[in-house]
């Protein structure tokens, strides 16, 4: 927790929560007949409306992206580094929405909400829900906000794939579209590492069908296994090296299976741990089958450049070398669609050993990179 506030944080913030009595229709044919968005936002909204950024969390993220809920929160919003005044996203010059996506665990409607027809959770009969789904309710958020067109869209991971999702369903809607560490679509081996995090959690005795809910239980041991899964994924084998190493947390072996023995195990399990606190099993089933589904080319005959013609926004496109999930091949395949298009994009090809991990951390070539594209939209609105 911060002894004080720093100069750069944009403070004390005070989630909101917008509900929507107009029914959603789904992608999967369901209908959600309505719902809750919870968000934040940072900054002031200028007198036309012009100065707006949407911000699009990755598959554990939230609505809580930047400053503190009191002063005894252990941590910040999760872009704390990018987010504030004189950041790159500076919040003297921007109006900054964060929302938790439908399906969260965070206070939007989700597995976690009671269902109106029993009275219940909903657990796992919370419908499906996909990247265009999630694009649908930003936009009614954003109009429900006053906000007609979007300064920029932005997001990493995830939240990439939904930026660029909104530069191909509401291209009048943005003006810039900021893709960071994200994919047109995953690769068959990441929708392999996703289905074995699932069925860590479908097999694990507490889930009851997604019903641990009415049995008063939680599945931990499985969503600590997808969690701590996933983190592999998110970090670099030299991230990892430098990280730990083979360091022995007591300096011996001990010949046994039980105990933590090397220093990379104790931070996996403490990891997995944390995040069971914190997080839904339903609410993680349904982010990585948002992520598994997301492909816009395949309405394209598979064709990325075909999917991306009806966009007019202007992109900024950022990977990280070291980033073996999200590969910045998988994002110079975004950057060569929109040249077929005759797009203006700019391309950054960060320097990083940290993994895909790496959005969310200070490094000096990326901060240039992202502070310079950001700077430019804020002239663009102040001309």
């Known amino acids: 927790m911060p002894e004080s506030i720093p100069e750069n944080s944009v403070g004390l913030v005070k989630p909101q929560t917008a509900h929507?009595?107009?029914p959603l229709a789904l992608d999967c044919g369901r209908t959600l007949a309505a719902y809750d968005l919870i968000y934040e936002t940072y900054g002031k909204l200028n007198a036309d409306g012009s100065n707006a950024l949407l911000i699009c969390h990755a598959l554990s993220g939230d609505h809580h992206a930047a400053g503190y809920h009191s002063m005894l929160d252990r941590k910040p919003g999760w872009w704390e580094n990018y987010i504030g005044p004189g950041?790159?996203?500076d919040t003297n010059q921007f109006f900054v929405v964060s929302l938790n996506n439908l399906g969260g665990c965070k206070g939007s409607t989700g597995p976690t909400s009671l269902d109106p027809k029993t009275g219940k959770a909903y657990g796992p009969d919370f419908p499906i829900i996909t990247v265009r789904d999630w694009v649908e309710s930003q936009v009614l958020l954003g109009e429900r906000l006053g906000i007609k067109q979007w300064a920029a869209v932005i997001g990493g991971s995830l939240?990439?794939?939904?930026?660029?999702?909104w530069s191909i369903q509401y291209p009048d809607k943005l003006r810039h579209c900021v893709v960071i560490a994200a994919a047109s679509k995953l690769s068959a081996q990441n929708i392999a590492f996703n289905e074995v995090a699932r069925q860590a959690m479908l097999r694990d005795p507490e889930f009851h069908e997604g019903r641990y809910y009415e049995h008063n239980t939680v599945p931990k041991r499985g969503l600590m296994l997808a969690r701590m899964l996933g983190h592999i994924t998110y970090l670099s084998d030299d991230a990892m090296r430098a990280k730990f190493?083979?360091?022995l947390r007591e300096g011996k072996l001990n010949f046994g299976f039980d105990a933590a023995e090397f220093q990379v195990e104790?931070?996996?399990r403490y990891q997995g741990e944390s995040f069971v606190d914190r997080f839904d099993a339903n609410t993680y089933l349904l982010m990585t089958k948002a992520l598994d589904y997301f492909d816009p080319a395949s309405d394209y005959e598979d064709d990325l450049a075909k999917a991306l013609a009806p966009a007019k926004a202007?992109?900024?496109?950022?990977?990280?070398?070291s980033d073996w999930r999200f590969a910045p091949a998988r994002s110079r395949?975004?950057?060569?669609?929109l040249q077929q298009n005759r797009l203006a994009v700019s391309y950054a090809e960060i320097e990083a050993?940290?993994?895909h991990d790496a959005f969310l951390i200070k490094i000096p070539h990326y901060i240039a990179a992202f502070s310079a594209y950001m700077q430019r939209i804020a002239k663009e609105i102040n001309a």
């Open 353 to 355: 050993h940290q993994g």
């Open 245 to 247: 190493g083979r360091e």
């Open 333 to 337: 395949e975004i950057v060569h669609a």
């Open 159 to 165: 939240g990439g794939m939904q930026s660029l999702q």
């Open 87 to 89: 950041k790159p996203i």
């Open 314 to 321: 202007q992109f900024l496109v950022c990977s990280f070398t």
């Open 266 to 268: 104790s931070y996996l």
């Open 20 to 22: 929507f009595a107009q």
